[in-house]
């Protein structure tokens, strides 16, 4: 198959990284020559089929680095299989709940509406109180958000599997 496709990230403790390392692993596993990188390493999009983007959230934002890429790209975004992930809400339970109905960066909903993903989805993330600064535990203490790593690999790795899926159903059309 050897497509190409971006798993591009953006993370501030590596809890979003691992998530992209592991649908990067999911996409090689089904044949594709995956590549994961941070989004403000990502000169040009142009050689990839298709691309994966997420980013840590904070404060229902974006880190910059991810929002950044997604502006600074959406023509070429917008030419190609999109797809998007954020993480970030700890806890358990459906992570949609857990933000009250947050799904994606309304600052950003625009530019994801030009460039139409194919899908855009949002996991939980992980906190570990021990790489936090004070600002940050103090964030954390006031918004009540559990301490802990919530990530559900098993929903990350289907979610891999079905970009896999859909992209050699296009792949095949092509």
Do not use: H
């Amino acid at each position: 198959m050897n497509a190409q496709v971006l798993v591009a990230y953006a993370s501030k403790y590596g809890s979003t990284k691992e998530i992209a390392e592991k649908i990067g692993r999911v996409l090689t596993e089904a044949g594709f020559a995956a590549e994961v990188l941070p989004a403000d390493r990502v000169t040009d999009v142009g050689s990839y089929q298709a691309v994966v983007l997420g980013s840590a959230v904070y404060i229902g934002s974006w880190r910059k680095a991810a929002a950044r890429f997604l502006k600074d790209n959406e023509k070429a975004l917008a030419g190609r299989p999109l797809w998007l992930f954020s993480s970030g809400p700890t806890g358990c339970g459906d992570p949609v709940e857990l933000t009250k109905g947050w799904r994606f960066p309304k600052s950003l909903q625009p530019v994801a509406d030009r460039i139409r993903p194919v899908e855009s989805v949002l996991f939980q993330g992980a906190v570990d109180d021990r790489n936090l600064g004070f600002f940050a535990r103090w964030a954390i203490k006031n918004v009540k958000a559990p301490i802990g790593d919530f990530r559900d690999w098993n929903a990350i790795t289907a979610w891999a599997g079905n970009i896999a899926a859909k992209l050699k159903s296009v792949i095949r059309q092509s």
